[in-house]
Each structure stands twice: as C-alpha cells, then as structure tokens.
C-alpha cells in the first residue's frame, strides 16, 4: 500500500475496501480525512506523497539548497536560483569575503547547506519584495553575532525582520520588540512548529549544531531584498547554515502551514511538532 494512503487503514477513518495497494474510502469520509492534525481532501493524497512548496499559491521564493548544481563542496555560491517561478533569483554580496556564502555538501539529513561567514556582508541580494507575508527557514546558528535571517536593501532602508535582544547570555531572540516590523512581532511566529513570543524566545541556545525550522505569518506585507544582511549595517551578517527559504505573498492557513513545516520536517530528519 502507498505509504500516504496507509493511515486510512490505520486510524479506520471510513475505509470499506483495500486492494492491490489502492483504498477505497466511504462517501461520507471523501473530505474529511485527519492526518498528522490535517484534514486532507482525497483528491490531494497524490500531491500530500511528492509535496513540493510551489502546491500552494503565492510562492514568490524558494530557495533550496539541495537544488544547487553545478557546485562542488566548498564552492562559493555565486546565484542561488529561485525554484518559485518567480525569478527572485539571489546573487552573492560582491563584498562578501572571498569563497562565502559557500556550497557545502552532506551536512543535514545527507543535504547540502549555503554557509555563512561571520564578515558582515556574507550573503545575498535578490529583487526587492513589499509583499512578503509568510516565511519558512531551516538554519543553524553559529554563534551570538547578532546575525539576520532577512534584511532589506540600503535604498530599501526598512528594517522589518530586525533580529532581537540577547536572552541570557547565549542566545538571542529571532525579532526585536521596538525595530522588527509590528506586522512581525504581532504576526504568528513559530520554533519548530510551536507557537512562541519571537521577541523573548532565542532561536536556540548555545553552543549548540541543532538546525532550526522557523517561520513566520505577518499581519500586513512587510519587505526585504537581502539574506543574511540587514541594509549595508556592518556585523550584521549571518554566521552558520541555511538549507532552506521559503516566501510566500499571503498568509497561509494553519493546515498549509503544517503541509509546509511537516515537508521540511521529514526532508531533513528534524524534531518538530508539525504533523504530530
């Protein structure tokens, strides 16, 4: 039987008949199938087995970095292509430090990661977005740097994903109370799938390797034009790993938040309460 079909008989949500690996399933169930805390539609359990981010509507970036070819491990990462279909395509810092962000291979899950240095223009610069509503990372932080995840551009000069205040001594929250954008801090913020303050909660504590899925639902667009860098602010550039972005230009709901975070969840083996 199809591993995405198999919970029907599992749970016993109206199955009548199993054969030749196909289920079949009662009328009255057809839209209303529970898994891992989701009600899937039938007519989406094919889509559910090869999920890819871009199912969902709205996708304006998609940065993956097992979609990196053409690289060998320690390469500098020149272009990280958007797999969106929205051509927000993200082209190297030119003052970043010579071979970073770099290509390294085989580090999460058996997938590759872009790493950081901590000079403070590692990163990468991609079409200015106003819109931006949803977003999902997969990252390991190095260190306490005051490293962002997302900035803008200096012409841009918005500051709405502005990383927060330490927490102790070793670790920092993901948004800072007073400069992130409102939309941010009074959107929906998520640490591995739960639900926490992005202003009083660290992204992890360290010293730590743990890679971390975090995501977030604004209440309003915000914008940003950079990864890693905030504006042309020095010692403000990432210090670790990014494997995965994922950006979309509305407001997911709950059930396609949890499609999205269970599908980065199993992709690179993590601990989340996505699909529990």
């Known amino acids: 039987m199809n591993k995405f079909l198999s919970f029907l008989v599992i749970f016993g949500l109206g199955v009548s ?17 529970q898994y891992q805390n989701v009600l899937w539609n039938t007519t989406d359990l094919a889509t559910f087995a ?7 509507t709205n996708c304006v970036m998609w940065l993956d970095a097992s979609q990196i070819t053409g690289l060998t491990n320690g390469a500098q990462v020149d272009t990280w292509n958007d797999m969106s279909g929205a051509a927000n395509n993200a082209t190297r810092d030119g003052g970043s430090t010579a071979s970073y962000p770099q290509y390294k291979t085989n580090v999460v899950n058996g997938k590759p990661v872009v790493r950081f240095s901590t000079d403070s223009r590692s990163g990468f610069n991609f079409p200015r977005r106003t819109d931006i509503r949803t977003v999902f990372w997969v990252v390991r932080e190095e260190a306490v740097d005051d490293p962002w995840l997302l900035g803008d551009s200096a012409a841009g000069g918005t500051y709405h994903f502005h990383r ?24 929906v913020t998520k ?7 992005g202003t009083t909660t660290p992204l992890v504590i360290h010293p730590s390797t743990d890679y971390r899925l975090v995501s977030v639902v604004t209440t309003g667009n ?16 990432w210090n670790g790993d990014i494997a995965e972005i994922i950006i979309y230009n509305r407001a997911l709901t709950s059930d396609e938040e949890n499609q999205v975070g269970y599908y980065l969840t199993q992709k690179y083996g993590l601990t989340t309460s996505y699909g529990q």
């Open 222 to 237: 915000v914008s940003a034009a950079q990864i890693s860098t905030d504006r042309n602010t020095a010692a403000r550039s």
């Open 17 to 33: 008949t199993c054969f030749g690996g196909v289920t079949q399933v009662k009328p009255e169930y057809q839209n209303q199938i």
């Open 191 to 197: 640490l591995m799938g739960d639900i926490i303050n």
């Open 164 to 187: 927060g205040p330490l927490v102790g001594t070793n670790g920092q929250a993901l948004w800072y109370p007073v400069y992130a954008s409102p939309d941010i801090t009074g959107g």
């Open 50 to 56: 090869t999920f890819s981010p871009t199912n969902l």
